[in-house]
């Protein structure tokens, strides 16, 4: 019995070592946070007019921003691109061209190259928006979105949806 013991005190010591000693297991972090500025989910453009109270056509501009935040500790430079699936529409399902939004960016923490640190017109499809330094350090961007409404064209409540995406590049 005493020889059992002695085992069993032996084994359970060298776990206790092992679980003691052993590095533990730490997940790497690569996120991307996203937020808009006024509160809203989507680019929400409210109610944008095309013609001024006396009727005469008007072309009216509207801005919304968004943050995006990039957390990371990789250390590998990576990519934020943004991809517009579908034109902006009103309620009543009229779409504007994909131009009649622009959009600019700043980049407020990090390092790396803004793709559009200049008005640029927004695709359809995927843009590359941000490349980070070889560093991979973290960044925060600020995009600004703005809708222009052409005299005469569909006044209306106009939304669209950007998605975001994130990823190492090598």
């Known amino acids: 019995m005493a020889n059992f013991l002695k085992r069993n005190s032996l084994f359970v010591a060298g776990l206790v070592l092992i679980l003691f ?3 533990r297991v730490s997940r790497a972090e690569f996120a991307l946070d996203i937020e808009a500025v006024e509160g ?8 944008v007019e095309s013609y001024s109270s006396d009727g005469e056509p008007v072309s009216e501009s509207v801005s919304r921003q968004i943050r995006l935040t990039v957390r990371t500790d990789l250390h590998k430079p990576y990519r934020v691109t943004q991809i517009l699936e579908r034109q902006a529409v009103n309620e009543n399902l009229n779409a504007l061209k994909p131009e009649t939004i622009q959009y600019h960016s ?6 790396g190259l803004l793709r559009a640190p200049n008005r640029r017109n927004m695709e359809l499809g995927e843009q590359e928006i941000f490349l980070s330094s070889g560093a991979g350090d973290e960044a925060e961007i600020l995009i600004q979105y703005d809708l222009t409404v052409p005299p005469a064209e569909q006044a209306g409540y106009y939304r669209t949806s950007i998605r975001y995406r994130l990823y190492t590049t090598t």
Do not use: N, S, Y
């Open 40 to 47: 809203i989910q989507d680019l929400d453009f409210g109610a």
């Open 21 to 23: 000693f052993c590095p």
């Open 106 to 111: 700043v980049l407020r923490q990090g390092d």
